[in-house]
């Protein structure tokens, strides 16, 4: 047996971090069996073999992140990420000059959600802007 880490073991740290510790027991604790796999698929693939890839940091892959959720309309996540945004030190004002920049790329209603998702967002940490 070996003392280094498999790759779902970093991938879930790189999560906790990412996404914290609540929603993260949240997502297991409410995993139905069917769906085992799939949260091992995506701590591994998603969370290890991209969040933890060296080149750029949390903060900037949590920009990226939300344009690309965004641009493809999944609010729940875009609120998911929004709220890791700003746990990974996205500020606020950041946020908002990529729903600007989703809005002149993806259009007006994409804007509207971002920025509607986004107030909820801020609400839910205790954020007043």
């Known amino acids: 047996m070996t003392d280094t880490p498999s ?17 993260v027991d949240g ?17 591994e693939f998603c969370w290890d073999g ?13 920009l990226i992140n939300l344009g690309m959720i965004a641009a493809l309309n999944r609010s729940a996540e875009l609120e998911t990420h929004v709220k890791a945004a700003i746990n990974n030190g996205v500020t606020p004002e ?5 729903f600007i920049q989703v809005t002149a790329y ?4 994409a804007g509207v959600e971002c920025f509607r998702v986004a107030r909820k967002a801020f609400a839910d940490l205790g954020l007043d802007v």
């Open 94 to 98: 950041e946020i908002r000059e990529a």
């Open 27 to 43: 997502a297991m604790k409410n995993c139905w069996d069917f769906a085992q796999q799939f949260q091992a698929f995506i701590t």
């Open 7 to 23: 790759r779902v073991e970093k991938g879930l740290a790189a999560r906790r971090k990412v996404l914290g510790d609540e929603y």
């Open 50 to 62: 991209v969040w933890n890839r060296p080149g750029l940091g949390h903060r900037e892959r949590s």
């Open 106 to 109: 993806c259009g007006v209603p």
